[in-house]
């Protein structure tokens, strides 16, 4: 058995740095990381660590990347009964050898050298953490005097809609293996999506289908980080089917240390469609039987068993299961879909102005045109160009001379939900699930909504 990283949902803790004034402040600190040992004991110092990393504003996200890094020092410590400040130099590298010796169930290794080593550098972070905590000498560091002797370097990373670069010192070890050469992060291919959609509409439970159908669909046409997704709430929806004008979804920007903590996306009726199907038919009534109405905490995406908010944890593991179930050999996470939603937003632009010949120019192009970095900013939340490079070479790549009109580009992301939705809605009636009067009023709904977004293609 290995320690076990679980998560404290709806939880505050104190604030162990509050300003001397003689009241109690609490931090908000759900769905934190807990980790305990194999015996079900909790790890006191890797609990501080995770306490520490939230009072540096770590998203939920970050922690949980972070706590399933360091765990794998935990479970080696508990399993050879070495405490963490007895670490050397020798079990360090004993340490570093596991983790590449690991299988998985097909007996391929478990990781690459790439990952071994971020692992590697996560939990040397956590044993200078131990160090300080428990104020240990000569523990790291890069003199001969220290029981794990490592390199720091610094570099100076930049943060997303700022100018500050925050400062951070890397470390490495003499056992790290050599780094793997760097694949470029291509976007879902469209085989995989199709396999993966094709799998979610055929499920039996109805409630789980309808759920997924929505969350797919919203994974694939706004571009959202995982996290993202899960803050969408129903008034968040209700708002974009109320506006008068092309519909827009707010979504909240996270990974930015400015003021602007949302972005409107531009989505089709179609979509919008399927949500409001998966609110009225499921998402009601789930609420009403498990938390009640009077409780509703207003989030979209739910656990159909708890009416709780579903966590971004859960999507990675269905994403998981779907990989494993389809057979899919390449990689399957939801931020390749942020990937190809992002390169098709380009290939847009691109369309748009048939004077853009070359990467060149197109780089050119985003850096005078205003109305763009506007429209980037709201689509994917960034706001420096070169976070773009790998999308526009990878754009032009894809297109390789050929032309289409934008509409019909723009047109396309209605069209694939229109065709999932007759889909969807044939299987229905074919096991019964809605009646043919039903069925009627969603063959309505969804043309009334096909043909506004065409109207809109057409402008």
């Given at each position: 058995?290995?320690?076990?990283v679980?998560?404290?949902g709806?939880?505050?803790?104190?604030d162990?740095y509050s300003?001397?004034d003689?009241?109690?402040y609490?931090?908000?600190?759900s769905?934190?990381?807990?980790i305990?040992y194999?015996?079900g004991?909790?790890?006191y110092?890797?609990?501080?660590y995770?306490?520490?990393?939230?009072?540096?504003?770590?998203t939920?996200?970050?922690?949980?990347?972070y706590?399933?890094?360091?765990i794998?020092?935990?479970?080696f410590?508990h399993e050879?009964?070495?405490?963490f400040?007895n670490?050397?130099?020798s079990?360090?590298?004993?340490?570093?050898q596991?983790?590449?010796?690991?299988k998985?169930?097909f007996?391929?290794?478990?990781?690459?050298n790439?990952?071994v080593?971020n692992?590697?550098?996560?939990?040397?972070?956590?044993?200078?953490f131990?160090?300080?905590?428990?104020e240990?000498e000569?523990?790291i560091?890069?003199?001969k005097?220290n029981?794990?002797i490592?390199?720091?370097t610094?570099s100076?990373?930049v943060?997303e809609?700022?100018?500050?670069?925050?400062?951070?010192?890397?470390?490495?070890?003499?056992?790290?293996?050599?780094?793997?050469?760097?694949k470029?992060?291509?976007?879902v291919s469209?085989?995989?999506?199709?396999?993966v959609w094709n799998y979610?509409?055929?499920q039996?439970?109805?409630?789980?289908?309808?759920?997924?159908i929505?969350?797919?669909q919203?994974?694939?046409?706004l571009?959202?980080r995982?996290?993202e997704?899960?803050?969408?709430t129903?008034?968040?929806?209700?708002?974009?089917?109320g506006s008068s004008v092309?519909?827009h979804?707010?979504l909240t920007?996270l990974?930015?240390k400015d003021?602007n903590?949302t972005?409107?996306i531009?989505?089709?009726?179609a979509?919008?469609t399927?949500?409001?199907?998966?609110i009225?038919?499921?998402r009601?009534?789930?609420i009403?039987?498990?938390?009640g109405?009077?409780?509703d905490?207003?989030?979209l995406?739910?656990s159909l068993?708890?009416g709780?908010?579903?966590?971004s944890?859960?999507?990675?593991?269905?994403?998981?299961?779907?990989?494993?179930?389809?057979g899919?050999?390449g990689?399957?996470?939801?931020?390749?879909?942020r990937?190809?939603?992002?390169?098709n937003?380009?290939?847009?632009?691109?369309?748009?102005?048939?004077e853009i010949t070359?990467?060149?120019?197109?780089?050119?192009h985003?850096l005078?045109?205003?109305?763009f970095k506007?429209?980037?900013?709201?689509?994917t939340?960034?706001?420096?160009?070169?976070?773009?490079?790998?999308?526009?070479?990878l754009?032009f790549?894809?297109?390789?001379g050929?032309?289409?009109i934008?509409n019909?580009v723009?047109l396309?992301?209605s069209?694939?939900i229109?065709q999932?939705?007759?889909?969807?809605?044939?299987?229905q009636l074919?096991?019964?699930?809605?009646?043919m009067t039903?069925g009627?009023?969603?063959?309505?709904?969804?043309l009334?909504?096909?043909?506004?977004d065409i109207e809109?293609?057409?402008?």
């Amino acid at each position: 058995m290995m320690g076990a990283v679980n998560y404290l949902g709806d939880f505050e803790r104190w604030d162990f740095y509050s300003p001397l004034d003689h009241k109690l402040y609490m931090v908000e600190a759900s769905d934190t990381p807990f980790i305990t040992y194999a015996s079900g004991v909790p790890c006191y110092e890797a609990n501080m660590y995770m306490h520490r990393l939230l009072t540096h504003n770590r998203t939920a996200g970050t922690l949980r990347t972070y706590a399933n890094q360091i765990i794998h020092i935990v479970k080696f410590c508990h399993e050879n009964q070495i405490r963490f400040s007895n670490l050397t130099d020798s079990s360090f590298r004993l340490f570093i050898q596991y983790l590449q010796a690991e299988k998985d169930e097909f007996g391929e290794r478990a990781r690459t050298n790439n990952h071994v080593i971020n692992i590697a550098r996560r939990c040397l972070d956590f044993l200078v953490f131990v160090q300080e905590l428990h104020e240990i000498e000569n523990f790291i560091g890069q003199g001969k005097e220290n029981s794990i002797i490592v390199k720091i370097t610094k570099s100076k990373k930049v943060i997303e809609g700022s100018n500050y670069k925050r400062e951070e010192e890397i470390f490495s070890h003499a056992s790290f293996p050599s780094k793997d050469a760097v694949k470029k992060k291509l976007p879902v291919s469209e085989d995989d999506a199709l396999k993966v959609w094709n799998y979610i509409q055929d499920q039996e439970n109805r409630n789980k289908r309808m759920r997924d159908i929505a969350l797919y669909q919203c994974m694939e046409q706004l571009g959202a980080r995982v996290e993202e997704l899960h803050l969408i709430t129903v008034d968040d929806v209700k708002n974009a089917i109320g506006s008068s004008v092309e519909p827009h979804l707010t979504l909240t920007n996270l990974k930015r240390k400015d003021d602007n903590t949302t972005r409107s996306i531009p989505v089709t009726s179609a979509l919008l469609t399927d949500i409001k199907s998966y609110i009225n038919k499921v998402r009601k009534k789930v609420i009403k039987s498990t938390i009640g109405k009077e409780n509703d905490h207003g989030y979209l995406f739910i656990s159909l068993t708890t009416g709780k908010r579903l966590k971004s944890a859960t999507l990675t593991r269905y994403m998981n299961k779907w990989k494993r179930d389809l057979g899919i050999e390449g990689e399957l996470h939801a931020h390749l879909y942020r990937h190809a939603f992002i390169t098709n937003k380009l290939k847009e632009i691109i369309l748009q102005h048939k004077e853009i010949t070359s990467v060149d120019k197109f780089r050119e192009h985003l850096l005078h045109t205003e109305k763009f970095k506007m429209q980037l900013k709201e689509w994917t939340g960034h706001t420096r160009i070169y976070s773009l490079d790998i999308y526009i070479n990878l754009v032009f790549s894809e297109l390789n001379g050929y032309s289409e009109i934008y509409n019909a580009v723009k047109l396309k992301d209605s069209v694939t939900i229109v065709q999932r939705q007759v889909q969807s809605l044939k299987q229905q009636l074919k096991d019964k699930s809605i009646t043919m009067t039903e069925g009627l009023l969603q063959i309505d709904m969804i043309l009334s909504a096909f043909e506004y977004d065409i109207e809109n293609s057409l402008c």
